[in-house]
């Protein structure tokens, strides 16, 4: 158990639907980070957040958009979705924002019919 | 471009046997790479960390090595067991290291039969 907590673990919905994924880091990580992995493609770097700062934006469609709160935890918003939008989401956490470990999550797997 | 590429892509392999996976990488500036193992559905799990000035990690039975003038480094897995059959990721740190400039390969996936 890496201590990072996703929720949903999976998720069905339709396209033109808008969801919300959330991420719960490691006790006392101030680092929220988004990875995007669809089938048997590598991870893909979305988003960071640092301390409730974005912190580094990767290839994050503007469809997409992610925020971290007060008390750590985070929120992937996901809108007008397509078919292609189809994959699993992984968040990971540190305590540094740009070094030492990445712990990541379980991740929250979307279909999207 | 930084890339990372690792071979091969897939690799089946008896249980007890020794396997070495490869991952080339074309990342400037450098900062440190890791292996990372995944689990089908799960997520990655750290293996090991390795920096510039540092050629060889052990995990275990995981040994990564590094050979940064080659840009080069290999997953050693030694008298390989079925709870190892997984892909394996290698990401490599660009730019001073920060976490959002990783870059991934797409793994190899190891597959241990009893």
């Known amino acids: 158990d890496s201590g990072v907590t996703q929720t949903p673990k999976h998720l069905i919905t339709a396209t033109g639907q808008r969801v919300t994924l959330r991420c719960s880091p490691r006790?006392?990580?101030?680092?929220v980070y988004w990875y995007q992995q669809s089938l048997d493609q590598g991870l893909q770097f979305l988003i960071q957040y640092y301390n409730g700062e974005e912190r580094a934006k990767g290839n994050i469609l503007e469809r997409f958009s992610a925020q971290q709160f007060p008390d750590l935890h985070s929120e992937l918003n996901l809108s007008s979705l397509e078919l292609g939008d189809s994959a699993l989401y992984f968040c990971?956490?540190?305590?540094?924002?740009?070094?030492?470990?990445?712990?990541f999550g379980e991740g929250s797997r979307l279909t999207v019919l | 471009k930084n890339q990372v590429e690792q071979s091969p892509q897939s690799l089946i392999i008896l249980e007890g046997k020794n396997c070495t996976l490869q991952?080339?990488?074309?990342?400037?500036?450098?900062?440190?790479l890791r292996w990372y193992k995944q689990d089908t559905g799960r997520g990655p799990v750290s293996l090991t960390i390795?920096?510039?000035?540092?050629n060889t990690k052990s995990n275990g039975r995981y040994t990564a090595t590094l050979d940064a003038d080659t840009k080069q480094s290999s997953l050693h897995i030694t008298a390989s067991q079925l709870s190892d059959s997984a892909s394996y990721i290698c990401?490599?740190?660009?730019?001073?290291?920060?976490?959002?400039?990783?870059?991934f390969g797409k793994g190899t996936k190891l597959s241990v039969k009893p």
């Open positions: 990401v490599v740190s660009a730019n001073g290291g920060s976490q959002g400039n990783l870059i």
């Open positions: 006790s006392g990580d101030l680092s």
């Open positions: 990971a956490s540190s305590v540094h924002s740009s070094t030492g470990e990445l712990f």
């Open positions: 991952c080339n990488y074309t990342v400037s500036p450098f900062s440190n």
């Open positions: 390795m920096t510039f000035s540092e």
